[in-house]
């Protein structure tokens, strides 16, 4: 009996210690990098492999990866991640790190793991330089325990090399790219890389959580959607006495990664890969290098580039067989539409939709060639498009956003742009306001319903509010921050500018304070509101706002500002409508708000004709398919020629022309209240979390139509203007007194209303 006890007791004690053994807990698993002395300069590429068995393929295989700074991940020589990791960080001290499902890619027995590194090691403004080259591996299956250790393989590549000038400018932490095609290491995916090339047992530097990574944070955005290669099928060439160039037209711009097949007799040669973005003004983006070797190859240069035009300068000797390209980008489906009878207006929406898309991927950025930052100026004008274009996948986007803004505030409260970054944070107390207010953090969770989120970040809202003070007039007193820009262009009154950013921020705080039930906080932010208000219509002059100490010509921005702010009654609409029939100062960044301030006081016919007159240059231009980010090529800041906030107007289009916003967050109830404008037909269709919300109308002389599709689970308020004389019929009938009831809480005077429940309705006034 003993005997048997005893025998029990040494077998538990067994299976327990083979259990213990068999986890491979987060802890175990180890930052690793190569012996190297340089290791950690800039530009550094290491390739690391890790050969293992397994018994039996896992149900469901997920692999925790982060690196500094990029990835590219092949297991069994097959390609599963190509770009891999997010650029630094959740806030300046913390690391983000990737989940990938693996399962598909691993069989039984033998397996082969390899990832190719880039280390940035450069700051920028999108990124935070760790100072230190690294990658973390995890996995814990039922049948694979796999952790990053210094049993895994590694070695710089030598292949991957710099250019000589011009290097990108300072604002980006990406390098050029140089590839030295005799120094590849073939097949080192898949080949025995320790006798072949010379791999060594890696250095392990950290384990899960130490410095200089430190918290490492789930990746909050889908990984990259990959197009596939492509073939360029048409291309000129410019002959010349050495050198050849190449220029190959895109289909649009994109952000892409080059493939080349070529053939050479000798090697040695150095072939250029630019695009025609290259330079920005003065500013230089990113570019590679491929210098040959002898015979057939191919090449992709994993550094992406964007522009309509790719660009090679060969050397003769050289033999060009095919290029391609690889798109990549968000994944995010583009299942919103726009359909109308206006040329001009369908050719912005196109432009607009693609100048968006190529404006995203580890965060929202203001251009794709010069600074791939997160301005907040232009996250707030991108956010509130992607509500009308994308699908829902989109959001997330948008919630890293709101959460890195907060996590990179500073102790004294401040807030700054872009973010986030490494050698340059300025406070721009404009972009500031717009990002925590109305227009920012309330219409993220007006389309979403994330009220997580919310009560996450109102705290960080509450601080840098905490900043802001008003002086004897009321207004908001001066803050310079540290840039005081508030738009391009001339003639800005700063004063009023900034109030009016103030006055939206503090209407955000409202929103989000009742929200969060801080009704107190809430009464005195509405208190401060009325403040600021007062002091902003004492600087009526009678026409138009104007601040007393400003010499300028009358500025449209603060007009628009406090229009769509509520701070400027409907007294002082004729005389600003007026106004801005005469005065265009704003740049496309700000010329969104004046937009929807026509709209606003109803004024949408000379909204669409306005817009169109100051976009016609950008829209109407037959060499670009991305807008601008002044109004004409080379204008403001560098002259971008694809400029996230020149969009804007798409989403005036959504909310106005056509009518629809959300009342409840996440769009339970949300309105249809079109205002046709100039135009006789137009259709859309917003990809909303409930589902597709589809609202078209026709109007001619004698008939008004409205067909819409209300989604399950949500309702819509159909607003439309009082007109006697007139009858409307919906779904063929005229309602009865009662039916389709509006909430008293939705009825405004001068406009009908009808609340219609989920399903399909035709709407005809006559």
């Known amino acids: 009996m003993h005997k048997q006890v005893g025998l029990l007791l040494s077998l538990f004690i067994l299976i327990g210690l083979f259990n213990v053994k068999a986890q491979k807990s987060i802890s175990d698993a180890k930052w690793i990098t190569t012996h190297d002395a340089n290791v950690d300069e800039p530009n550094r590429w290491i390739a690391y492999r890790k050969d293992f068995k397994i018994i039996n393929k896992p149900d469901k295989a997920i692999a925790k990866i982060s690196a500094d700074s990029k990835y590219w991940l092949w297991i069994n020589g097959e390609l599963v991640v190509f770009e891999g990791n997010l650029k630094r960080g959740p806030n300046p001290k913390d690391t983000y790190a990737d989940e990938v499902d693996i399962t598909p890619y691993l069989w039984k027995g033998e397996n082969k793991i390899a990832i190719l590194l880039w280390h940035f090691g450069k700051e920028g403004f999108s990124h935070k330089n760790s100072g230190k080259a690294g990658l973390i591996f995890h996995l814990d299956d039922q049948y694979v325990k796999l952790v990053s250790d210094n049993s895994w393989l590694c070695k710089i590549h030598p292949a991957f090399g710099d250019t000589g000038d011009p290097h990108p400018n300072f604002r980006l932490p990406e390098s050029n790219i140089r590839f030295y095609a005799e120094k590849d290491m073939d097949n080192w995916q898949t080949a025995d890389c320790k006798s072949k090339f010379g791999f060594e047992q890696a250095k392990e530097i950290g384990g899960w959580g130490d410095a200089p990574w430190n918290r490492l944070v789930k990746r909050p955005i889908p990984m990259w959607k990959d197009y596939g290669i492509k073939p360029i099928k048409k291309y000129d060439i410019r002959k010349g006495s050495e050198v050849d160039t190449i220029i190959a037209r895109l289909p649009y711009n994109m952000q892409m990664t080059p493939v080349l097949d070529l053939s050479d007799n000798e090697g040695g040669k150095l072939i250029g890969i630019c695009t025609d973005h290259l330079y920005m003004g003065s500013d230089v983006s990113v570019r590679a290098e491929y210098v040959t070797k002898k015979g057939k190859q191919s090449y992709e240069s994993l550094g992406w580039q964007s522009g309509h035009k790719l660009i090679l300068t060969v050397p003769h000797g050289v033999s060009i067989n095919k290029i391609s390209y690889r798109e990549t980008g968000y994944d995010a489906e583009q299942s919103g539409y726009f359909r109308c009878d206006n040329d001009f207006y369908m050719r912005f929406w196109d432009k607009a939709l693609r100048t968006l898309y190529i404006n995203m991927r580890d965060t929202y950025f203001d251009c794709p060639e010069r600074e791939r930052a997160q301005w907040w100026g232009d996250a707030v004008v991108l956010i509130g498009e992607s509500f009308y274009t994308y699908s829902p996948s989109v959001h997330a986007l948008s919630r890293k956003a709101i959460r890195e803004l907060i996590g990179w505030q500073k102790e004294d409260g401040v807030l700054h742009s872009p973010i986030p970054?490494?050698?340059?944070?300025?406070?721009?107390?404009?972009?500031?306001?717009?990002?925590?207010?109305?227009?920012?953090?309330?219409?993220?969770?007006?389309?979403?319903?994330?009220?997580?989120?919310?009560?996450?970040?109102?705290?960080?809202?509450?601080?840098?509010?905490?900043?802001?003070?008003?002086?004897?007039?009321?207004?908001?007193?001066?803050?310079?921050?540290?840039?005081?820009?508030?738009?391009?262009?001339?003639?800005?009154?700063?004063?009023?500018?900034?109030?009016?950013?103030?006055?939206?921020?503090?209407?955000?705080?409202?929103?989000?304070?009742?929200?969060?039930?801080?009704?107190?906080?809430?009464?005195?932010?509405?208190?401060?509101?009325?403040?600021?208000?007062?002091?902003?219509?004492?600087?009526?002059?009678?026409?138009?706002?104007?601040?007393?100490?400003?010499?300028?010509?009358?500025?449209?921005?603060?007009?628009?500002?406090?229009?769509?702010?509520?701070?400027?009654?409907?007294?002082?609409?004729?005389?600003?409508?007026?106004?801005?029939?005469?005065?265009?100062?704003?740049?496309?960044?700000?010329?969104?708000?004046?937009?929807?301030?026509?709209?606003?006081?109803?004024?949408?016919?000379?909204?669409?004709?306005?817009?169109?007159?100051?976009?016609?240059?950008?829209?109407?231009?037959?060499?670009?398919?991305?807008?601008?980010?002044?109004?004409?090529?080379?204008?403001?800041?560098?002259?971008?020629?694809?400029?996230?906030?020149?969009?804007?107007?798409?989403?005036?289009?959504?909310?106005?022309?056509?009518?629809?916003?959300?009342?409840?967050?996440?769009?339970?109830?949300?309105?249809?209240?079109?205002?046709?404008?100039?135009?006789?037909?137009?259709?859309?269709?917003?990809?909303?979390?409930?589902?597709?919300?589809?609202?078209?109308?026709?109007?001619?002389?004698?008939?008004?139509?409205?067909?819409?599709?209300?989604?399950?689970?949500?309702?819509?308020?159909?607003?439309?203007?009082?007109?006697?004389?007139?009858?409307?019929?919906?779904?063929?009938?005229?309602?009865?007194?009662?039916?389709?009831?509006?909430?008293?809480?939705?009825?405004?005077?001068?406009?009908?209303?009808?609340?219609?429940?989920?399903?399909?309705?035709?709407?005809?006034?006559?």
């Open 421 to 766: 970054e490494g050698n340059y944070g300025t406070e721009l107390p404009g972009q500031m306001l717009a990002a925590i207010g109305h227009y920012g953090f309330w219409n993220y969770y007006m389309n979403t319903g994330d009220k997580n989120t919310i009560e996450e970040v109102y705290p960080g809202v509450k601080r840098y509010l905490a900043l802001w003070s008003t002086d004897e007039t009321g207004l908001t007193a001066f803050r310079p921050g540290g840039w005081t820009w508030g738009d391009w262009g001339d003639n800005r009154d700063i004063r009023l500018i900034f109030a009016g950013w103030h006055y939206l921020a503090l209407k955000g705080a409202v929103e989000m304070a009742e929200l969060l039930g801080k009704d107190t906080e809430a009464k005195e932010y509405k208190a401060i509101m009325e403040r600021v208000k007062q002091g902003y219509n004492k600087c009526w002059n009678g026409n138009a706002y104007r601040h007393p100490d400003y010499k300028e010509q009358t500025d449209d921005r603060v007009q628009a500002l406090a229009v769509i702010s509520g701070i400027a009654d409907e007294s002082k609409y004729s005389k600003i409508t007026e106004f801005l029939k005469t005065e265009f100062h704003a740049s496309p960044y700000m010329e969104k708000y004046v937009m929807e301030a026509l709209f606003v006081m109803r004024e949408s016919e000379y909204a669409m004709e306005r817009t169109q007159k100051r976009f016609s240059h950008m829209v109407n231009h037959p060499d670009y398919t991305t807008l601008f980010e002044g109004w004409v090529v080379g204008s403001f800041g560098g002259g971008t020629v694809n400029h996230a906030w020149s969009g804007g107007p798409l989403t005036v289009i959504g909310q106005y022309l056509c009518g629809i916003y959300p009342l409840e967050a996440g769009y339970d109830v949300f309105k249809i209240e079109p205002q046709p404008a100039l135009l006789k037909q137009a259709a859309i269709g917003v990809p909303s979390i409930k589902g597709m919300i589809e609202s078209e109308y026709k109007q001619t002389d004698k008939e008004f139509i409205l067909n819409i599709t209300v989604p399950k689970q949500t309702e819509a308020v159909i607003y439309l203007p009082v007109q006697e004389g007139k009858t409307l019929k919906i779904n063929g009938k005229v309602p009865n007194s009662g039916q389709y009831k509006v909430n008293e809480k939705y009825l405004h005077k001068n406009k009908q209303a009808y609340q219609l429940p989920a399903g399909k309705y035709k709407i005809n006034v006559k």
